[in-house]
């Protein structure tokens, strides 16, 4: 079973960016998809963005034009840059990566967006 590793998360003021990674204990191309997905109290795990095995990418309506999931085919990292934050940003945010119908999550990062 793959094994993620997260960095990247904190505090950031409105507008401002951040970057996440996800280093990945296989490489890229034994998943499926990797993805991005975000968690904010008392709701549900949302997806946020996703690349797949061939490198398709796809974003939900709100983070669309903001952020960018890429990958580094060398490193075993995704990375998922976020631009022009807003506080509707704030979660909790897990790397993702999809197999064979099984899901493996990394351990989460927090994202604050806040003045």
């Known amino acids: 079973q793959v094994h993620l590793v997260e960095s990247g998360g904190g505090r950031v003021e409105p507008g401002g960016s951040l970057t996440l990674s996800c280093v990945a204990s296989?490489?890229?191309?034994?998943?499926?998809?990797m993805a991005w997905y975000r968690q904010v109290p008392g709701k549900e795990r949302d997806i946020v963005a996703s690349i797949t095995h061939d490198g398709i990418k796809g974003y939900v309506g709100a983070v669309k034009g903001r952020f960018a999931i890429s990958r580094d085919i060398a490193t075993n990292t995704v990375y998922l840059q976020m631009n022009d934050l807003t506080s509707e940003d704030t979660g909790l945010y897990f790397c993702?990566?999809?197999?064979?119908?099984?899901?493996?999550w990394g351990q989460g990062l927090q994202v604050t967006v806040s003045s």
């Open positions: 296989r490489p890229l191309a034994t998943s499926e998809q």
């Open positions: 993702n990566d999809f197999i064979g119908g099984q899901c493996t």
